[in-house]
């Protein structure tokens, strides 16, 4: 399970160094912090939408991430998301 959580991890900071390919339609990231680290281990950890909640993005994007949390593959983007702290996103039609 260690060997699992870390791969995933590690896959996860290697897709920081890769160019987006869907300009416009995603969001801005942040700044990595302190905070955005423990919001990202929120987000995979415990449940998707709480890494956003901390990083006060909106309550659709927060119930969004916690509902789309059931799909278990879901908690890496959320973990990726809180961790870039990427304001913004795709929604309203967009995703």
């Avoid at 300009?23 to 281990?41: E, F, R």
């Avoid at 990083?55 to 278990?72: P, R």
Wanted: charged fraction near 10%; charge should be positive.
């Amino acid at each position: 399970m260690k060997k699992l959580l870390l791969s995933i991890i590690t896959l996860a900071m290697l897709t920081l160094t890769t160019p987006v390919a869907f300009a416009g339609t995603h969001g801005t990231n942040g700044q990595v912090s302190a905070t955005s680290v423990g919001a990202a281990a929120l987000s995979l950890l415990i449940w998707p939408g709480l890494g956003q909640a901390v990083n006060d993005q909106s309550f659709e994007k927060n119930i969004t991430h916690a509902l789309l949390g059931l799909t278990g593959i879901f908690r890496i983007w959320s973990c990726y998301d809180a961790f870039v702290d990427r304001q913004g996103g795709v929604w309203h039609n967009r995703i």
